[in-house]
């Protein structure tokens, strides 16, 4: 139950929402679960979206299949020989 409440601000369009729609859930919280809510600042917040971007961005470099790879651009280039830097040695 507490989750779906803080997916709310998530679901929000634009910061200034999410901040009024995270202090409305803390508000609803503060009765029923008084340490949650003191836990739910600012510097929550940003930890935990920067935790979700770390495992976003682990679970991409790990992906077999890029988004965006040479042979995927390559017909859009107007290079016609597409190819990785040469490394330094």
Do not use: C, H
Request: proline residues 6%; aromatic residues 6%; hydrophobic residues 50%.
């Amino acid at each position: 139950m507490v989750s779906a409440f803080i997916a709310t601000a998530f679901a929000q369009d634009d910061a200034d929402a999410a901040r009024l729609q995270w202090r409305k859930v803390t508000d609803q919280l503060r009765p029923s679960i008084p340490k949650l809510a003191r836990l739910m600042n600012e510097a929550a917040i940003k930890r935990l979206v920067g935790a979700i971007l770390l495992e976003q961005n682990d679970e991409w470099a790990v992906q077999r299949a890029r988004y965006m790879t040479l042979e995927t651009i390559a017909p859009i280039s107007d290079n016609p020989i597409v190819g990785l830097p040469a490394v330094a040695t």
